[in-house]
């Protein structure tokens, strides 16, 4: 199987900066695409960010300009860079991994979720 773990969560002041990581490990074949995903209380999770395998990048309008999705092929690590952090980015933020395994088969898997709160 595969899993996923996030890191780099936490408390951080309006304005402030955070960066997740997620690293993929387990019985992987190939990491097609990797994104990340935020769920805030009350609120349907939505993309936040995905990249793909070859480097190509889309991100949600809200975080357009202040964060950055990259990833590290050669450690299956995926990273979310988020500068100029406003109180509604606070949210639980969750990597999403599409994932190729040995096997052949080929499927979604997610982290358990990181928690980031903005506020002062």
């Known amino acids: 199987q595969v899993q996923l773990v996030e890191s780099g969560g936490g408390l951080v002041q309006p304005g402030g900066s955070l960066r997740l990581s997620c690293a993929a490990s387990g019985s992987i074949f190939r990491i097609n695409a990797m994104g990340w995903y935020r769920q805030a209380p009350g609120k349907q999770r939505e993309l936040v960010a995905v990249?793909?395998?070859?480097?190509?990048?889309n991100y949600a309008d809200s975080v357009k300009g202040r964060f950055t999705i990259s990833r590290d092929n050669a450690k299956n690590t995926v990273y979310l860079q988020m500068n100029s952090l406003k109180p509604e980015d606070t949210a639980v933020y969750y990597c999403n991994g599409d994932v190729t395994i040995v096997a052949g088969l080929r499927r979604a898997y997610w982290g358990q979720g990181t928690q980031v709160t903005v506020s002062s």
């Open positions: 990249i793909t395998s070859g480097g190509s990048s």
